[in-house]
């Protein structure tokens, strides 16, 4: 037994298949058809022939005669209400024949007026159709009415007005209403419900309100907090038997209880006598009754044949193991071969068109030939479509495929089931077994199908597969290897040319890490060349094996601001790093969902972030390096701090792989505050170049204007220094000196909103600096808040972003560019006073800027560095300041000489100078 996989409530379509039904059968008669498709030329004012069909349903019911079928031709028939008033005879009917269906069919007639009635009529059957008519299919007042293997989307039917031997069959309907999919009110009689799928989320199933005679038998049906079936008035001598009668299983996960009453099976006093209940299966929502009888609740089967006897003998109340979202029964479900097959109204076959089968996996425990199934849907093979693979699928011309059918055949079936095998060549087979060989003689495509067979005539939908025929010829190897999506990620994909199925193609990126077959994208752990190796091999035995050198590095990027949005403080979530500690810090340069960090529109990607980075050291001295995630650790650092300092640093830095930056504490206990700054995107229209400017100085608030509690200063950027009129963003060097209190910086752009977040944090005559990348306000200005005491401000100038900006950032695998304290002499060549020295990049031909992180340790007095491009004047900037004995680090972002190369001055005493590299500028 398989699980049924084409059921699905809202698919439409079933099996025409001839069945016993209540009435006389349907007798030779002429044909009526309707088709509204273009190219079919209908008339209304025609006679409904072939060559020139009716274009309205309505007009084939005008004109429709006893004994004659109107066949509706898939399509959608709309109008206000569809009406049927002429009428057949019980050996002359009129019928109404949509598409022949099948499981999964979407080609169907669909009625999709708001009304289809049916009011006086007899001896009309109505069969094959999409009904979507929003107020409902309306019989009334008729005699030997017939509604079957219908699909009634949002359609309820209702039965009225002395309606006599109305027959509902093999219908399936999924609606959405507080009142019941279907009703059989006061009057009516010898109604048959047989055989259907109801689903009602808000509401009931079935309703039968003062209809005597009335036969429930084999529907499967699905409601909420409702009653299933349920029989009120006087109904009495009613039949319900076989049904399936469950809570629906969507509503079941969702709502665990319900807040009214409930039950599946509801009988009221006055229907009680006569009536029988046998045969069902009930599976109610949790803490609800499964029986409502005369009054009384009962909970299971067992109580219910208990406390009313003569009922109930083989009803049961358990999980009928239905698949999620179909409502179909799944191997070992105790509804299989369980049913009362001589029940009144019980049909040959299921609602999907599909004969009674016994089950030989499963105990027979109802009656007659034992192969009925309570509910709806008969458990059988060939309610499936099998899967098929060809093994394998390329072929040269002579040679042979094996087709087998996915997962395996059906076991235990025995001779119910066999297979026809089409090979798509013109050839075919028929047997048991689960796969068939076949050798094809001929150059082409090929669409190969299995289908399974029933010994009763049923026959499983087709699965296919492709099988491709070329001449002999050599395996040729291929290898492609390109950038990925962002950072060092690359996608690779290998094979060959080669008549033959390539069987294995494995990848080696020769970075000494697992590869993989065929495709895939692979995240590099360092920049740098590589050579990439691809094995393939064929069904034919043959091998071959192709390489591509490959230079590894991130892609150029532009820089898109964002405003300052606090991403980590391990003080709130006490998650402080301890020595030799690293967290993984998640950044949205891949889109991460509402509420998240300020991040790229969905689907963009960034190769680098721009963070304001805090140590807060709490038990030793040390250092913090930042780097991508899924590469190795630099020896790099990014922020230096004394025990007890909090200690603030710009950190530029390329996201890896899995959108992650890796925070690394070298010593001691120490919390980290990351505050996300912007982001670097290959998406060039999301960002802006970046232009290196001579460092300038914008101010100095020394001697005499410090800034008090609260204070800010307005800073002009655009239409000076360089900085044009469309400068979008600026690189500043702050500065703070003299502070009388410890307190903090925070830069913005005029006219916004100053966030809630410090770019320069300092202590008591402290002098301190910190890169900034700060957005400018629409004055063409920035401006600088001092958050307490008095503290004097200096603002040096670097360059600026913008649509006229010429350079794009080539992140890079931070390195180390300089250290003066371990030197190729083994000694130490710190910069005495006034010294300078100049450090190459290695940064390509034509590169304008770099990103540095310059740090300055063991200075014997205070000082300070300045930095920029070889060979051009020293500017009268500087870009990190230090006391004796301090280490004192600054992101940089310097100008380049034309060879990459920058210059480093100290100014005073001696200090050893370290200089790490993150990303350099390219035109």
């Known amino acids: 037994m398989r699980l049924r996989r084409l059921a699905c409530l809202a698919a439409v379509g079933s099996l025409a298949l001839t069945v016993q039904l209540p009435g006389p059968a349907v007798a030779e008669a002429t044909t009526i058809y309707v088709n509204n498709d273009s190219a079919a030329h209908c008339s209304d004012s025609g006679a409904g022939t072939q060559s020139q069909p009716y274009c309205t349903l309505q007009s084939a019911a005008d004109a429709v005669q006893p004994g004659q079928t109107v066949q509706v031709a898939p399509g959608g028939y709309s109008g206000y209400g569809l009406r049927i008033s002429h009428s057949g005879t019980p050996d002359k009917p009129i019928v109404f024949q949509g598409s022949t269906l099948s499981p999964g069919s979407s080609d169907l007639a669909r009625i999709d007026a708001d009304r289809l009635t049916l009011d006086g009529v007899q001896d009309v059957r109505i069969a094959g159709f999409q009904i979507s008519a929003y107020l409902g299919v309306v019989v009334n007042g008729t005699t030997r009415v017939t509604l079957d293997r219908n699909d009634l989307t949002v359609s309820t039917v209702e039965v009225g007005?002395?309606?006599?031997?109305?027959?509902?069959?093999?219908?399936?309907?999924?609606?959405?209403?507080?009142?019941y999919a279907v009703t059989v009110d006061a009057g009516a009689t010898g109604t048959v419900v047989s055989t259907n799928a109801l689903v009602n989320q808000?509401?009931?199933?079935?309703?039968?309100?003062?209809?005597?005679?009335?036969?429930?038998?084999?529907?499967?049906?699905?409601?909420?907090?409702?009653?299933?079936?349920?029989?009120?008035?006087?109904?009495?001598?009613?039949?319900?038997?076989?049904?399936?009668?469950?809570?629906?299983?969507?509503?079941?996960?969702?709502?665990?209880?319900?807040?009214?009453l409930s039950t599946e099976l509801a009988v009221s006093t006055a229907s009680a006598p006569?009536?029988?209940?046998?045969?069902?299966?009930?599976?109610?929502?949790?803490?609800?009754?499964?029986?409502?009888?005369?009054?009384?609740?009962?909970?299971?089967?067992?109580?219910?044949?208990?406390?009313?006897?003569?009922?109930?003998?083989?009803?049961?109340?358990?999980?009928?193991?239905?698949?999620?979202?179909?409502?179909?029964?799944?191997?070992?479900?105790?509804?299989?071969?369980?049913?009362d097959a001589a029940a009144p109204g019980e049909v040959d076959t299921d609602v999907l068109g599909y004969h009674r089968v016994n089950d030989p996996l499963v105990a027979d425990t109802g009656t007659g030939n034992g192969s009925h199934d309570r509910g709806a849907y008969e458990v059988t093979p060939a309610d499936q479509r099998l899967g098929l693979q060809a093994t394998p699928n390329a072929v040269p011309a002579g040679e042979t495929s094996s087709l087998s059918i996915a997962g395996g055949a059906l076991k235990g079936w025995g001779s119910q089931v066999s297979y026809h095998y089409v090979f798509g060549d013109g050839g075919s087979t028929d047997t048991s077994e689960e796969s068939a060989s076949h050798t094809y003689a001929t150059i082409g495509n090929y669409t190969a199908s299995v289908s399974l067979r029933m010994s009763n005539g049923d026959s499983s939908g087709e699965g296919d597969t492709s099988v491709y025929v070329t001449q002999l010829r050599p395996l040729n190897p291929y290898l492609s290897v390109t950038p990925g999506d962002h950072g060092l990620v690359y996608s690779a994909q290998a094979g060959g040319d080669t008549p033959w199925t390539v069987t294995d193609a494995a990848i080696d990126f020769g970075d000494g890490t697992p590869g993989c077959q065929h495709w895939c994208d692979h995240a590099f752990h360092q920049e740098g060349d590589y050579t990439v190796t691809a094995r393939i091999r064929d069904a034919g035995g043959r091998s071959g094996t192709v390489q591509q050198q490959l230079h590894v590095s991130y892609q150029p990027a532009a820089y898109r601001p964002l405003t300052p949005t606090r991403v980590l403080d391990?003080?709130?979530?006490?998650?402080?790093?301890?020595?030799?500690?690293?967290?993984?810090?998640?950044?949205?340069?891949?889109?991460?969902?509402?509420?998240?960090?300020?991040?790229?529109?969905?689907?963009?990607?960034?190769?680098?972030a721009v963070l304001n980075v805090t140590a807060v050291s709490r038990t030793a001295s040390g250092y913090l390096t930042v780097y991508p995630g899924k590469t190795d650790r630099p020896t790099t650092s990014n922020v230096n701090f004394t025990t007890g300092q909090a200690v603030p640093n710009l950190v530029t830095v390329p996201i890896g792989a899995d959108g992650t930056v890796q925070v690394y504490n070298a010593f001691g206990d120490t919390d980290v505050v990351v505050d996300l700054e912007g982001l670097y995107t290959p998406h060039l229209e999301l960002g802006k170049r970046f232009t290196a400017e001579a460092p300038a100085r914008l101010l100095d608030t020394r001697p005499s204007d410090s800034l008090g509690p609260g204070g800010e200063t307005s800073i002009p950027i655009r239409g000076r220094n360089g900085v044009p009129s469309d400068a979008t963003a600026v690189v500043l060097n702050v500065t703070a000196t003299q502070p009388d209190a410890a307190g903090y910086f925070t830069v913005y752009p005029s006219g916004g909103t100053r966030p809630g977040t410090s770019n320069l944090n300092f202590t008591v005559g402290q002098t301190v600096a910190n890169q900034v990348i700060v957005p400018i306000g629409g004055d063409g200005s920035v401006r600088l808040y001092n958050f307490t005491g008095h503290a004097h401000a200096v603002v040096d100038l670097f360059g600026y972003y913008g649509p006229g900006g010429e350079s794009l950032l080539q992140p890079t695998t931070p390195r180390r560019l300089l250290d003066t304290r371990i030197a190729a002499t083994r000694r130490s060549l710190a910069l005495g006073p006034g010294a300078t020295t100049t450090v190459a990049t290695g940064a390509p031909a034509g590169s304008t800027g770099a990103v540095l992180n310059v740090t300055a340790t063991a200075p014997t007095t205070p000082g300070y560095l300045t930095v920029w491009a070889a060979g051009q004047p020293r500017p009268g900037t500087s870009n990190l300041n230090f006391l004796a004995g301090q280490t004192v680090p600054n992101h940089v972002t310097t100008p380049l000489d034309s060879s990459g190369a920058f210059e480093i001055y100290n100014f005073n005493g001696s200090t050893q100078v370290v200089a790490d590299l993150f990303g350099y500028f390219l035109k």
């Open 161 to 179: 007005g002395t309606a006599k031997t109305t027959t509902i069959s093999r219908n399936r309907s999924s609606v959405n209403t507080d009142s």
């Open 570 to 608: 391990t003080r709130l979530d006490h998650t402080t790093l301890h020595a030799g500690g690293t967290l993984s810090l998640q950044l949205p340069g891949i889109y991460t969902g509402p509420g998240q960090a300020p991040k790229m529109p969905p689907t963009y990607t960034a190769e680098a």
């Open 202 to 260: 808000t509401g009931g199933g079935l309703q039968v309100t003062d209809a005597p005679g009335t036969v429930v038998t084999g529907n499967t049906v699905n409601t909420g907090c409702a009653v299933a079936v349920g029989l009120f008035g006087a109904s009495a001598n009613s039949v319900v038997e076989n049904n399936v009668l469950a809570a629906d299983g969507n509503q079941r996960q969702s709502q665990p209880s319900c807040a009214t």
């Open 274 to 339: 006569g009536t029988k209940a046998d045969y069902n299966l009930t599976f109610p929502p949790k803490g609800e009754p499964s029986y409502l009888w005369a009054g009384r609740a009962y909970a299971t089967a067992g109580a219910f044949a208990q406390g009313v006897p003569g009922q109930a003998a083989h009803e049961l109340t358990a999980d009928p193991l239905a698949q999620q979202w179909v409502n179909t029964p799944s191997e070992g479900s105790p509804v299989i071969d369980s049913a």
